[in-house]
């Protein structure tokens, strides 16, 4: 499977200093996942529901095995209307992304903004001990920033 974990520089924090500021303090932990076996039109109406752009694939074990977004299901709309098939029938595993770039839970803040400029992605997952256990996106990113005004970072 194609899982890439990053992890950031690992510079010396100063006592006090926004270098500290790690991915898992502003990570979300209460995180909509989904099931390979899930149809595509149910991922749908969670996504709208919701009121999020996608979310991570996982297992019965809780591991991480993909991503699936607005832009799959957009091409699964796509397919299934040019081959004239039932949308009903699809399934995420068919759909999802499995070539899937995770983050370290430690890693400053502002190095995954840089990794988020890098890669053009909305969201990293957080895997520690093989177990999906957090979802950073840019907006988490924008939290940390304005929680941080005032300080100086370097």
Known sequence: MGIKS?????SKPTKGSSENIKVSDYMSTNLVTFRPEQSVMEVMNTLIRKKISGGPVVNDKKELV???SEGDCIKQIKSSRYYNQPLENAK?????????????GNMNVFDAADKFLESKRRRFPIVQGGKLVGLISQKDVLKAAIQLKGHSWK
Do not use: A, F, W
């Open 6 to 10: 990053y992890i950031g520089k690992r």
């Open 66 to 68: 993909g991503i699936i």
């Open 92 to 104: 995420v595993e068919d759909h999802m992304v499995t070539n899937v770039e995770t983050i370290d």
